[in-house]
């Protein structure tokens, strides 16, 4: 995911003064939510440019300020773009001539009322954009499952979950409260790998009734020495829940080894989050 871009305080300065933040707003450092900034890579300046030198200090502070408020202005105005709003570069450069010329066109209040209304239209496209993905998410997990239900030695539990044995151990199996050690691979239903302890190289541990369900559920038909390959439907994953590596309603593919069961059955999960599954993420209601 792409870092979000954030102004330096002076160039926050200069967006104030242009009218696009609230004097009573504590936060001044970032646009208003939902229509977040992110970073847009700086273009290497070319040998020319390279050579240019500024005849004070206080006219490259001034340049630089310049240049922070355009990167930021530029990667908002893409962004919106992407969204099927037309906000016109010319326009925006007009409202900083005309604010530093001293005769914007909108009061101090009016413009306040333009960026919040923004807002809700921003926030109202990426919601309805967040709906049309969710229920493409919902189908394609759908279709998914009715495939991989046909594939031999496919089991599929009461909840739903589906599982197919690629190794059986000759170990315990372990219940809900236990702690296990386990290698593991998440996907997404198009092969994407969210997380993965192989690539780590280091397994993790975990207390197994901290897990999504379909991890809790599953893990416990495992005996030690196992290697289970788990699809998980939204409701025992993550469900309209989206992160930014796991989209809302996906149905979700592990391939998960049972390295061993821990004997301290109070341990608490690892502290390192590179040993924390994805799966280990709470799923909440």
Same mark, same amino acid.
């Given at each position: 995911?792409?870092?979000?871009? @954030? ?15 609230? #004097? ?26 390279? @050579? ?66 923004? #807002? ?166």
């Amino acid at each position: 995911m792409k870092p979000v871009l @954030k102004m330096s305080v002076l160039a926050a300065t200069i967006f104030l003064a242009v009218g696009c933040q609230d #004097d009573n707003k504590a936060d001044t450092n970032k646009p208003a939510e939902p229509a977040k900034v992110e970073q847009v890579a700086a273009k290497a300046p070319a040998a020319e440019d390279a @050579k240019v030198e500024f005849k004070t200090e206080d006219q490259k502070a001034a340049y630089a300020i310049g240049a922070s408020l355009a990167q930021y202005l530029s990667a908002n105005l893409d962004q919106q773009k992407e969204l099927g709003l037309d906000l016109n570069r010319q326009d925006v450069l007009q409202g900083v001539e005309d604010v530093f010329a001293g005769k914007s066109r909108l009061t101090p209040e009016q413009t306040q009322q333009a960026l919040q209304e923004l #807002d809700q239209r921003v926030a109202k496209i990426v919601e309805e954009k967040a709906k049309e993905e969710a229920a493409k998410n919902v189908k394609a997990g759908e279709e998914f499952r009715a495939k991989f239900a046909k594939e031999a030695g496919v089991v599929t539990t009461k909840s739903g979950l589906m599982y197919k044995i690629e190794k059986e151990g000759t170990g315990p199996k372990p219940t809900a409260t236990d702690t296990v050690e386990v290698h593991y691979k998440g996907m997404l239903t198009d092969g994407t790998v969210f997380d993965s302890s192989y690539q780590r190289n280091q397994p993790a541990t975990f207390p197994l009734n901290q897990v999504i369900p379909g991890w809790t559920e599953g893990v416990q038909l495992m005996p030690v020495g196992s290697k289970f390959e788990f699809v998980i439907p939204p409701q025992l994953a993550y469900g309209a829940q989206a992160n930014p590596s796991i989209p809302a309603n996906s149905t979700l593919v592990f391939e998960v080894e049972l390295l061993g069961i821990k004997g301290d059955k109070t341990a608490k999960p690892a502290a390192a989050p590179a040993e924390k599954p994805a799966a280990a993420e709470t799923k909440t209601q």
